[in-house]
């Protein structure tokens, strides 16, 4: 199955984390990781209850850290665009839509769950891969979030063991980057570049790259590239010089 890690965004309450703790692991996860977390003490552990070990073995990472560790990010959060022109928070899914997304591979998946103050950032947003959105109430759709951790666990609990390997996360972003370039090559307007980059990061994330694939679409910018220089020879030779 996926190495599924649940990820907690700067948590402000002690008590959330135990919980949360106890959750994870009355479906059966362990991998807990906090990204710069209140102080956790007494509270926490009793709140954890027979989590302990799960909360004890706790890692603490940086968002950086994160992202370069974990080959697929899942962003979960409450809010989410009404409108495929806000393409930040789209496209989105259920925790049970997830499950099937992440189920046939063999890779590290992380699950973002944002403060309960405020969530996950725009910018965080955009990072992730997929975005997942509880289908709550519209009269008070904002969970717990301990709560909506033991949904998400719920929904992706025993699943079966993935089929594939995804490519690691720096070689995603080195296609990114590639794209971007890209971009430059066939004079793509600025003010949609960051739009267009953040709908391939969707695109491509929630199709699940193997290392193969990355290197195929690597070879297809390559020779696309290689076309326009043989083109314009001008522009062969400055990228020669």
């Known amino acids: 199955m996926?190495?599924?890690?649940?990820?907690?965004?700067?948590?402000?309450?002690?008590?959330?984390?135990?919980?949360?703790?106890?959750?994870?692991?009355?479906?059966?996860?362990?991998?807990?990781?906090?990204?710069?977390?209140?102080?956790?003490?007494?509270?926490?552990?009793?709140?954890?209850?027979?989590?302990?070990?799960?909360?004890?073995?706790?890692?603490?990472?940086?968002?950086?850290?994160?992202?370069?560790?974990?080959?697929?990010?899942?962003?979960?959060?409450?809010?989410?665009?009404?409108?495929?022109?806000?393409?930040?928070?789209?496209?989105?899914?259920s925790p049970r839509e997830i499950r099937e997304q992440i189920r046939t591979v063999d890779g590290r998946v992380a699950i973002l769950f944002g403060r309960e103050n405020r969530g996950l950032s725009n910018e965080e947003v955009r990072r992730c891969d997929l975005i997942c959105t509880i289908p709550a109430s519209p009269d008070y759709p904002i969970l717990n979030i301990s709560h909506a951790v033991g949904i998400v666990c719920y929904e992706l609990a025993d699943l079966p063991r993935g089929l594939y390997q995804l490519a690691e996360r720096e070689e995603m972003e080195r296609l990114y980057e590639h794209l971007d370039t890209f971009l430059d090559r066939i004079d793509h307007p600025d003010f949609k570049r960051r739009n267009t980059l953040l709908m391939a990061r969707r695109i491509l994330g929630r199709t699940r790259l193997t290392t193969r694939e990355v290197s195929t679409i690597h070879g297809i910018l390559r020779r696309a590239e290689w076309h326009m220089e043989e083109e314009n020879p001008e522009e062969k030779k400055g990228v020669e010089e």
């Open 2 to 93: 996926p190495e599924i890690a649940i990820v907690l965004v700067e948590p402000l309450h002690e008590g959330n984390v135990g919980f949360a703790a106890r959750v994870m692991k009355n479906f059966g996860f362990s991998d807990l990781v906090l990204v710069d977390p209140c102080p956790l003490g007494d509270l926490a552990l009793a709140c954890a209850m027979h989590a302990s070990d799960v909360l004890e073995n706790a890692r603490n990472l940086t968002m950086e850290e994160v992202f370069s560790e974990y080959q697929l990010i899942v962003a979960a959060t409450g809010a989410y665009s009404k409108s495929v022109c806000r393409s930040t928070r789209m496209p989105y899914y």
